[in-house]
């Protein structure tokens, strides 16, 4: 299970820092994504990131490239999106989520889902 925390409320401009967490065997075996959900609008994939011991290669949808940054800290077993320099189509449902497909750039190619935490950029 999948456990996402640190949404909000936030202005234009300014930032907030995701945190994806796991029970169990943790997320450092998964490659390891975010996902949003707008309202009236489809899931995106946004940024993803490979497994502890692959050297943790990124990847970012063109929407938020050189905004967000997605990392990972293997001793707490934690991936970590950092969002600056937001803009209100930004606001969303956001969702980590975790696959053993190596790079994932779909959100249909992960398998392993949290609850989704929002996320609300006010102009």
């Known amino acids: 299970q999948l456990v996402e925390s640190g949404g909000g409320l936030v202005q234009a401009g300014g930032s907030l820092r995701l945190s994806c967490t796991a029970s169990g065997r943790g997320v450092n075996e998964y490659s390891t994504g975010w996902v949003r959900q707008a309202p009236g609008k489809e899931r995106e994939f946004i940024a993803g990131i490979t497994w502890a011991g692959s050297g943790g290669i990124t990847h970012y949808a063109e929407s938020v490239k050189y905004r967000f940054t997605i990392s990972r800290d293997n001793v707490k077993n934690t991936v970590y999106l950092q969002m600056n320099s937001m803009i209100p189509e930004d606001t969303a449902i956001y969702s980590c989520?975790?696959?053993?497909?190596?790079?994932?750039?779909?959100?249909?190619?992960?398998?392993?889902w949290g609850q989704g935490t929002q996320v609300t950029v006010t102009s």
């Open positions: 989520a975790a696959t053993k497909t190596y790079l994932a750039s779909t959100e249909t190619a992960y398998h392993i």
